[in-house]
C-alpha cells in the first residue's frame, strides 16, 4: 500500500510533533507502563530456539490508534490503526473499532514500527552481574524500542555450550522485558583455538555465532570457523581486531593519542582481518557479517566485497556514526570503546556506507561498564558504552538529520535487516503482519530530549553522550502484545 500522508514516503511533517504530549490519552490510560512479569509469546518461543512455550499469560486486546504505521517489509506507510488479541496483530487499517478492547494507545503524532532489534549486545549474565543482567538489559532494550535483542558470547563462562545458552535461554524467559536470542562462541571459550561445536550450540537455538570481544586469529581457525558455520546456514560475526597489531592499544591511532601519550590502534587492525576473512570465505561462501565497522577502509573492502556477490554484511554502532577521537581528550574513559572512535573522514565514510547499502545493519554494541571501572586510568579502563537507551535519537542526528538516508531507511535498518541477519525473519519479527506476533515500537520522531543517565532503566551508566540534546525518542514497547515501556508511565514512577 502507498503513502496515505500527502507528504512522501520519507517525510515527516508538523502534525507529527504533538505525540509525546498526546501519547497515553487512550481510554484506558491508566493501564500502560512498564510490566514487571513475563513475555507472553504468541509463536514457538524464539528465546529457546526450536522449541514452544506455554503463555505466560493472556495479554488480552490491544489498540494502537491514528499513527502512521510504517512497515518496510510490506511498503505499507500511512496513518493507521493496528488491533492486537492474544499476542498476535489481528487487524491494521483504517478507523478500527475499540469496542470490547482491553487498552488502547493513542499513538496520533507518532510512527508505528515493527519492533526495533539490536543484533549485538551484551548482557553480561552469566558472570558479570554488577554490570548488567538480562534483566536490567532487557529492561534497558524495552526503554530504547527494542523489543529483540541478540546477545554476545563474551560472558563468564562463554556461551560455548548448549548448557550456557539455556541458561540465558531460561533467564530471559523468566526476567525478560524483550526477547533475547544468543550469539554463540566459535570456538571454545572464545581463546581462538579449538572449534565450539558448532552443530549442538545451532540445534540448541543459537541464532548466530561469534567470538566477540576477541577477533578469530588465525588464517587456519578461521577456515574451519567459516566451513562448520557455513553448514549451520547461519552468519559468522566477527570482531576484527588484529591481535599483534593492537597489543598496548587504548585508542585510535592518531594526533589525540600522541598527544595523550596512549597506545595507538590503528586502522589497518580492523582493514587487515575483513580483507583476510573476505579472501578465506570466497571458497566457502559463509554469511559472513562485520561487527561495529569503524574505518573509511573497511567500508570500502565491504563494500568491494559486497559488488562482487560476497555474503558479506556489516553494521554501523552510533558512536562510529557521530564521535572523533577527540572526545577522549582529558582522558575521557566514557569514550573508551573497541573498535576505538576514530577521524571525521572515518564518521563521513561510514555514513556514506549506510546511504549506499554498503553497512546494512544498526547495531548499538550495548557495552556496559561499572562506574569503578571506567574510573580507572585510561589505559586500565575496560573499552565499551551503553547505547540501547539512547540509540534512536543518535541514529536520527547521524543519519536522518544529515541527509544521509530517509525515515523508511532507518527503520528498515533497525527491524527488517537485523531480522534477516540472524534469522528472525522466520520467525515473523521485523514486520507488521496480520497473524504475526505483536511486536510494536511507537516513536516520537520529534520528541526533544537530553539524554540523562540517571535516568536509564539499564545497570550501568557508562556513556559519552551524557547531556547531549537529541530528537526522537520510542515512547511505547509492544512485546508479544504486551506494553513493556511506556515514556508517559515512566516519566511518572
Known amino acids: 500500500m502507498g503513502n496515505g500522508l500527502g507528504m512522501g514516503g520519507e517525510g515527516v511533517g508538523h502534525r507529527w510533533d504533538t505525540c509525546a504530549t498526546r501519547f497515553g490519552r487512550g481510554k484506558h490510560r491508566g493501564r500502560l507502563g512498564v510490566w514487571h512479569g513475563r513475555i507472553a509469546v504468541p509463536y514457538p518461543d524464539p528465546c529457546m530456539g526450536n522449541s514452544s512455550s506455554s503463555l505466560s499469560r493472556n495479554p488480552g486486546t490491544l489498540l494502537i490508534a491514528g499513527g502512521r504505521v510504517v512497515d518496510p517489509a510490506s511498503g505499507f506507510d500511512q496513518v493507521a ?62 526503554a530504547g524500542g527494542f523489543t529483540s535483542v541478540c546477545c554476545m558470547p563474551n560472558t563468564s563462562p562463554a556461551l560455548d555450550t548448549p548448557e550456557t545458552l539455556r541458561f540465558v535461554q531460561e533467564r530471559a524467559r523468566s526476567t525478560g522485558r524483550a526477547r533475547v536470542f544468543a550469539v554463540a562462541a566459535a570456538t571454545k571459550n572464545r581463546h581462538g583455538e579449538e572449534l565450539a561445536e558448532i552443530g549442538l550450540l545451532d540445534a540448541a537455538g543459537a541464532v548466530a555465532f561469534s567470538d566477540d570481544g576477541d577477533c578469530v586469529p588465525t588464517p587456519g581457525m578461521m577456515q574451519r570457523v567459516l566451513v562448520a558455520v557455513a553448514k549451520t546456514g547461519k552468519v559468522f560475526m566477527q570482531h576484527c581486531q588484529e591481535p599483534t597489531l593492537t597489543r598496548g592499544a587504548a585508542m585510535h591511532a592518531g594526533s589525540v593519542s600522541v598527544r595523550l601519550g596512549l597506545g595507538g590502534w590503528p586502522r589497518i587492525a580492523e582493514e587487515l582481518i575483513i580483507e583476510r576473512d573476505v579472501m578465506l570465505n570466497r571458497a566457502v561462501g559463509c554469511r559472513y557479517h562485520v561487527q561495529h565497522l569503524s574505518s573509511a577502509g573497511s567500508v570500502e573492502i565491504v563494500r568491494r566485497a559486497r559488488a562482487a556477490g560476497q555474503p558479506v554484511t556489516a553494521e554501523a554502532s552510533p558512536h562510529h556514526l557521530l564521535l572523533t577521537h577527540t572526545e577522549c581528550d582529558g582522558y575521557n574513559t566514557l569514550a573508551k570503546v573497541n573498535p576505538p572512535i576514530r577521524e571525521q573522514s572515518d564518521i563521513d565514510a561510514v555514513r556514506g556506507g549506510v546511504a549506499d547499502g554498503t553497512i546494512t545493519v544498526l547495531a548499538t554494541d550495548h557495552a556496559p561498564h561499572s562506574h569503578d571501572e571506567k574510573s580507572l586510568p585510561f589505559e586500565e579502563a575496560p573499552m565499551g558504552m551503553v547505547g540501547l537507551e539512547t540509540a534512536f535519537g543518535l541514529y536520527r542526528e547521524a543519519l536522518i538529520d544529515s541527509g544521509a538516508i530517509g525515515w523508511t531507511r532507518l527503520i528498515e535498518l533497525m527491524t527488517v535487516e537485523p531480522a534477516k541477519l540472524c534469522g528472525l525473519d522466520a520467525m515473523g ?14 516513536i ?10 540517571a535516568e536509564f532503566a539499564g545497570r550501568s551508566r557508562n556513556t559519552p553522550f551524557a547531556g547531549r540534546k537529541v530528537r526522537g525518542r520510542p515512547v511505547a514497547t509492544v512485546v508479544g502484545g504486551e506494553v513493556v515501556y511506556s515514556l508517559s508511565r515512566a516519566a511518572m514512577a
Open 429 to 442: 519479527l521485523g514486520k507488521l503482519a496480520v497473524g504475526g506476533p505483536a511486536d510494536i515500537t511507537v
Open 81 to 142: 490503526d493496528i488491533a492486537v488479541s492474544n499476542g498476535v496483530i489481528t487487524a491494521i487499517g483504517v478507523n478500527l473499532s475499540r469496542s470490547g478492547v482491553d487498552e488502547v494507545v493513542d499513538a496520533a503524532g507518532c510512527m508505528v514500527t515493527p519492533g526495533l532489534i539490536d543484533p549485538h549486545v551484551h548482557l553480561r549474565e552469566p558472570g558479570h552481574e554488577y554490570k548488567e543482567t538480562i534483566a536490567t538489559g532487557t529492561a534497558a532494550a524495552a
Open 444 to 453: 516520537d520522531t520529534e520528541l526533544a530530549w537530553t539524554i540523562d543517565p
